[in-house]
């Protein structure tokens, strides 16, 4: 079992950044590669970013490329998102997940453990 816990969000103005923290427990985090979820009301939940197992390589959805950051720290046991020049379209709860296959897969299906969320909304 692996326990997800995010934090970071929060409201911010159109323009702003925010940095997202998921801290992870249980299971050894490194064995995990680790994606950032995201779910706007009444929409369905999308991709957003994944990170390998040691961090050095990332996927992003092209709707945040060049605006967000995925990052690991396995000393911490911890995935972050740094969001810079935000939208009111990027609204929505943030969730980290981590599946225990190699593919920084982009489908929420393959992922295992998740986070119980964190609400990000963007005013314009």
């Known amino acids: 079992q692996v326990q997800l816990v995010e934090s970071g969000g929060g409201l911010v103005q159109a323009g702003g950044s925010l940095r997202l923290s998921c801290a992870a427990s249980g299971r050894t985090f490194g064995n995990y590669v680790m994606g950032w979820f995201r779910q706007a009301p009444g929409k369905e939940r999308e991709f957003v970013a994944a990170i390998s197992y040691a961090g050095g390589r990332t996927s992003y959805a092209d709707s945040v490329k060049g605006r967000c950051t995925i990052s690991r720290d396995n000393a911490k046991n911890t995935v972050y998102l740094q969001m810079t020049s935000l939208k009111p379209e990027d609204t929505a709860v943030y969730y980290c997940?981590?599946?225990?296959?190699?593919?920084?897969?982009?489908?929420?299906?393959?992922?295992?453990?998740w986070g119980q969320g964190t609400q990000v909304t963007v005013s314009s």
């Open positions: 997940a981590a599946r225990s296959g190699p593919a920084r897969s982009q489908q929420s299906p393959d992922y295992t453990y």
